[in-house]
Protein backbone atom coordinates (compact mmCIF):
# COMPACT_ATOMS: atom_id res chain seq x y z
CA UNK A 1 0.00 0.00 0.00
CA UNK A 2 1.12 3.45 -0.58
CA UNK A 3 1.65 5.93 1.80
CA UNK A 4 -1.60 8.11 0.69
CA UNK A 5 -4.08 5.24 1.03
CA UNK A 6 -2.70 4.00 4.75
CA UNK A 7 -3.19 7.93 5.51
CA UNK A 8 -7.06 8.04 3.97
CA UNK A 9 -7.27 4.63 5.75
CA UNK A 10 -6.68 5.99 9.34
CA UNK A 11 -8.52 9.03 8.91
CA UNK A 12 -12.01 7.02 8.07
CA UNK A 13 -11.09 4.83 11.12
CA UNK A 14 -11.13 7.89 13.19
CA UNK A 15 -13.72 9.62 11.80
CA UNK A 16 -15.90 6.74 12.44
CA UNK A 17 -14.97 6.65 15.89
CA UNK A 18 -15.41 10.22 16.35
CA UNK A 19 -18.68 9.98 14.77
CA UNK A 20 -20.12 7.93 17.81
CA UNK A 21 -19.67 10.05 20.54
CA UNK A 22 -20.82 13.56 18.87
CA UNK A 23 -23.64 11.90 17.67
CA UNK A 24 -24.74 10.56 20.76
CA UNK A 25 -24.15 13.93 22.65
CA UNK A 26 -25.77 15.78 19.75
CA UNK A 27 -29.19 13.16 20.04
CA UNK A 28 -29.07 14.50 23.56
CA UNK A 29 -28.82 18.07 22.80
CA UNK A 30 -31.48 18.10 20.25
CA UNK A 31 -33.86 15.93 21.83
CA UNK A 32 -33.24 17.28 25.27
CA UNK A 33 -36.74 17.08 27.15
CA UNK A 34 -37.91 14.53 25.45
CA UNK A 35 -38.84 10.32 25.89
CA UNK A 36 -36.94 8.54 23.52
CA UNK A 37 -37.74 5.43 24.53
CA UNK A 38 -37.72 3.17 21.75
CA UNK A 39 -36.46 5.75 19.07
CA UNK A 40 -33.43 6.43 20.94
CA UNK A 41 -31.10 3.62 18.39
CA UNK A 42 -32.72 4.89 14.86
CA UNK A 43 -32.12 8.34 16.07
CA UNK A 44 -28.79 7.98 16.99
CA UNK A 45 -28.08 6.27 13.90
CA UNK A 46 -28.99 8.79 11.55
CA UNK A 47 -27.09 11.41 13.51
CA UNK A 48 -23.74 9.36 13.16
CA UNK A 49 -24.48 8.85 9.30
CA UNK A 50 -25.05 12.24 8.62
CA UNK A 51 -21.77 13.05 10.80
CA UNK A 52 -19.79 10.89 8.59
CA UNK A 53 -21.04 11.68 5.50
CA UNK A 54 -20.37 15.48 6.15
CA UNK A 55 -16.88 14.64 7.32
CA UNK A 56 -16.27 12.62 4.14
CA UNK A 57 -17.67 15.11 1.65
CA UNK A 58 -15.87 18.11 3.28
CA UNK A 59 -19.04 20.35 3.64
Known amino acids: MNKQAVIYFS??????LISTPV??????????NKNLT??????LKGFI???????YTGI
Not at 11 to 16: C, E, K, N, S, V
Request: glycine residues 10%; hydrophobic residues 55%; aromatic residues 6%.
Open 11 to 16: LGILII
Open 23 to 32: GRNLVNIVYL
Open 38 to 43: GEYVPI
Open 49 to 55: HSLMIVR
